[in-house]
């Protein structure tokens, strides 16, 4: 009998819907046993799947550590997100715990206090209400020579890692709905960059069309498994069902549908994210350049304690958030 991979896709879909209707409902369930947690449990059944439990997206952050004080290189941390630790496209940048920039890179920063005119009649001279200061966007122009094989899977990294921190966690992510990962921006010392948490807001690359171009093997990139969606819904469908009474042969027949429905997927390599993707050969270019713009991103609670006096004195030169 024909398989309709449409059908498939959308099924799989229904069961992932259904999964985490069920997961709802069943916290709100559980929820009734403290009036205190009540409340808070029905407001919390349209939120994304994951998106409220705060502890658990900090592993979407990043962390910067080289170990060597006297590396005043600029640099971009990796994520401590899985997928990002693991890719072996992005190994290259892991290898040197982050993208560094490997040639001296041209970097715009800006900082403005906002004022309102205050328009007064009879008067010869406006007076200046201040409103607020804010620190501008960053703006890293690179220069991405590559000379070898070697530095060429550098440079296939450092665009992938930057492709990727544009995108926002969606789809069957297991924290779809949760934005881009900040990262840390370090360089040139504790005076200028020194852990500044950032988002990537923009990325763009020139490839000229008057340079050679270097062919470079890559092995492959190991892609997410279907069976590995299917078997999440499994193990959630079974603690939903040992936790609330009278679930676990709906549960059961949820995993068994699952499994069956991840298995048919990935024989038809539908989705597009079953198996491994063969590598080949890619062309990089010999000289190109890379601009990018970063926002500094800092939380409510961290600026509400902010204090000018000990910015001034050189206070959070060691702290992190870095402010600038």
């Known amino acids: 009998m024909a398989v309709n991979g449409n059908s498939v896709a959308t099924t799989a879909q229904n069961v992932v819907n259904l999964a985490n209707a069920v997961g709802e409902a069943a916290a709100a369930i559980s929820a009734l046993s403290n009036a205190a947690n009540f409340g808070s449990a029905i407001r919390a059944i349209d939120i994304p799947t994951a998106a409220e439990v705060a502890g658990d997206i900090s592993a979407a952050t990043a962390a910067f550590n080289t170990g060597n004080a006297a590396d005043w290189r600029v640099r971009l941390s990796m994520p ?47 007076f200046q209400a201040y409103q607020h200061s804010e620190p501008g966007s960053i703006q890293i122009t690179a220069p991405m020579n590559v000379e070898d094989p070697t530095q060429g899977l550098y440079w296939l990294a450092s665009l992938h890692y930057l492709r990727s921190m544009t995108k926002m966690f969606t789809g069957y992510d297991p924290k779809a709905g949760n934005p881009p990962p900040i990262v840390y921006l370090n360089g040139y010392g504790q005076y200028v960059f020194s852990n500044v948490p950032v988002a990537v807001s923009n990325f763009s690359m020139t490839l000229d069309k008057d340079c050679d171009y270097i062919g470079v093997n890559i092995v492959g990139s190991a892609a997410g498994s279907i069976e590995g969606y299917a078997d999440a819904i499994s193990i959630a469908s079974n603690a939903i069902g040992s936790s609330v009474p009278g679930t676990s042969g709906i549960t059961a027949g949820i995993s068994s549908l699952a499994s069956g429905a991840g298995q048919i997927a990935a024989g038809l390599g539908l989705f597009g994210i079953g198996g491994s993707v063969a590598g080949g050969v890619t062309h990089v270019p010999t000289k190109s350049t890379f601009t990018i713009t970063l926002l500094p991103m800092y939380s409510r609670n961290t600026s509400q304690k902010f204090s000018l006096d000990r910015f001034v004195e050189g206070g959070y030169l060691n702290s992190s958030p870095g402010y600038i």
């Open 80 to 126: 401590t997100w899985p997928s990002f630790r693991n890719s072996p496209v992005l190994a290259p940048l892991m290898n040197v715990n982050g993208l560094v920039f490997p040639y001296t890179p041209q970097i715009t920063v800006s900082t403005s206090a906002k004022y309102q005119s205050i328009s007064t009649m009879h008067t010869n001279f406006q």
